[in-house]
């Protein structure tokens, strides 16, 4: 089998698909839970520690000087990051708690058991139609 055929073959497979499209969805609840965070929550945590905004939090190791820019340690985007992982992470964390329990319930319901068969059903008819007899 050629490379091309197979690799054909394993990219239109219904999971490949699944997955390239989850991972689509992924990248834009990433942005609007950055957005979340960045715009709705960090203000008021800043206000609340007195008029912080944390994307301005940093720590200068060396000043400006003609022509270079200066070093420092930009910890206040550090922990806007954390706080959007911390937040994507509690609602993948609530997605899969609902799904396993949507899971559990499914396999709790005992499934109704399949129809008989048309020859099944005969053979039943026949069986009653004997007891009838004298």
């Known amino acids: 089998m ?28 990433g942005k609007i839970v950055s957005s979340f965070v960045a715009d709705v929550l960090m203000p008021p945590i800043g206000m609340l520690i007195g008029g ?7 720590i200068t190791l060396k000043a400006a000087e003609e022509g270079v820019e200066a070093v420092a340690l930009r910890y206040g985007v550090f922990l806007q990051a954390v706080f959007d992982f911390v937040i994507v992470a509690f609602a993948v964390f609530m997605a899969v708690k609902a799904l396993n329990s949507m899971r559990k319930k499914e396999a709790e319901t005992p499934a109704a058991p399949p129809a008989p068969s048309a020859q099944e059903q005969l053979l039943m008819e026949i069986r009653d139609l004997l007891k009838q007899k004298p």
């Open 52 to 58: 912080v905004d944390f994307s301005n939090l940093v």
């Open 2 to 29: 050629s490379m091309l055929k197979e690799f054909k073959e394993f990219a239109v497979k219904g999971n490949v698909v699944d997955m390239a499209v989850g991972i689509i969805i992924g990248v834009a609840f």
